[in-house]
């Protein structure tokens, strides 16, 4: 990505001493990064942690630096702006437009998108007044991070918790890449994902597997849920991947768990959106104890193989039969190869007529493609024939492009 000029809000609350990653990671991104606390945020973490991290100047008022006119420059000259965290104090002057330092008046001056990383106490979170300031700056065309649950200061939990800095600077390199990838288009629809590898156990140590990471479906899954869906992801094994805030994850192991999974919360879903590498086969007996090799034995022991329940097909049948009543649109992956037979979109279009979704996410795989890799490209590919190329960049933003096709398609059916 091209050097962008990124201005990092802080205010005063205990989770400021994150935004020195953030400000570090956007940093060593290529960014060119200005840091812009309120004062309430220098009793947390100082001025001069945030210029050695950012390599700028830091000020909190509107008279620092007057013949530069920062009050309105910073904000006019930026690509992007990120509040992390942002308190419930400084949402509501946001939304108030107050402009009494130099990150409000930043925040007024702003023609680029604005990304409010939200932190605080639970009640404060869910108190109404936050509320409305958080769907007030969501009309205005701010995006608001859902925030994360868990520990809060002293002994609390529950959710205001502020998302970890790679999560925000996910969602800031997708506002990088497409400005308008984060419309809160989808509230009050609940979203259901699967993502990752399954691994079936051939002993207690070994199991036959995917090379499936888990990205794709995660950035799917991050996306719906900062589009304002109520997301729930079943997980199945990944590359370490933090858990998207605001997101119920459901962590799996096999085929079988993320099939009963999908069975258990798939009836009150309105989306399926299935990215796991769902193993199309599992031993049929597993030992109990580790197969050892034996003296002067040539030959390993042989496994016999038996095939696991497609979950895709079987979530469409299900829709079919009324069993799936609120379910409006089901998304496939397709992971292919071309062959002798045909082309990779060959062989797609005909998992699409045999799986009867009506979406198809198609990727051509192979080394540095597709999987354990950060990027991602494709076709999108429909139940009415159309079809669509997904242009190359990072799967969070093939993610963006995978939910507005979902988006369109309900507004679609929905007329």
Not at 290 to 309: F, S, V
Not at 311 to 318: D, I, K, T
Request: aromatic share 4%; net charge negative; hydrophobic share 45%.
């Amino acid at each position: 990505m091209e050097r962008k000029r990124v201005v990092v809000g802080v205010s005063g609350g205990i989770a400021a001493y994150k935004a020195c990653t953030v400000v570090r990671q956007l940093a060593e991104a290529g960014h060119s990064v200005r840091v812009v606390p309120t004062e309430s945020a220098l009793r947390f973490v100082g001025a001069a942690t945030f210029e050695a991290l950012s390599g700028q100047p830091v000020h909190t008022g509107v008279f620092d630096d007057v013949p530069a006119v920062p009050h309105v420059a910073i904000g006019q000259q930026a690509d992007l702006v990120v509040v992390a965290p942002a308190t419930a104090d400084l949402l509501a002057r946001a939304v108030a437009g107050r402009a009494d330092d130099l990150l409000t008046a930043t925040l007024l001056t702003a023609r680029c998108p604005v990304l409010f990383a939200p932190a605080m106490h639970t009640e404060m979170w869910q108190h109404p007044a936050t509320r409305e300031n958080v769907a007030t700056l969501r009309t205005r065309g701010a995006v608001v991070l859902e925030p994360a649950s868990g520990r809060l200061t002293g002994a609390d939990t529950g959710p205001g918790r502020l998302p970890e800095a790679e999560e925000i600077n996910t969602i800031a390199s997708l506002l990088l890449e497409r400005a308008d990838a984060l419309p809160y288009d989808l509230a009050g629809q609940k979203v259901l994902v699967t993502a990752g590898g399954t691994r079936e156990p051939i002993d207690p140590v070994r199991f036959i597997g995917n090379r499936s990471s888990g990205k794709q479906g995660y950035a799917v899954a991050r996306v719906a849920a900062q589009r304002g869906a109520e997301v729930t992801l079943i997980a199945a094994h990944t590359a370490g991947l933090i858990d998207p805030a605001g997101v119920d994850v459901v962590h799996v192991s096999s085929a079988q768990q993320l099939h009963d999974a999908v069975t258990k919360h798939a009836p009150e879903a309105q989306v399926l959106v299935m990215a796991a590498a769902v193993a199309d086969f599992r031993p049929a007996r597993a030992a109990q104890a580790k197969i050892k090799k034996r003296p002067g034995e040539e030959q390993g022991p042989t496994i016999e193989l038996i095939r696991n329940d497609d979950v895709l097909a079987g979530a469409v049948r299900a829709r079919g039969d009324g069993q799936l009543p609120h379910m409006r649109a089901i998304v496939g992956f397709a992971a292919e190869t071309g062959d002798e037979n045909g082309d990779v979109l060959f062989h797609a279009r005909a998992k699409l007529r045999r799986k009867g979704c009506d979406l198809l996410v198609v990727n051509a795989v192979g080394d540095g493609r597709a999987f354990e890799v950060d990027h991602n490209d494709g076709w999108l590919l429909a139940a009415d024939g159309t079809e669509s190329a997904l242009e190359p960049g990072s799967k969070t933003l093939m993610a963006s492009r995978i939910v507005d096709a979902v988006v369109a398609f309900l507004d679609a059916s929905a007329g």
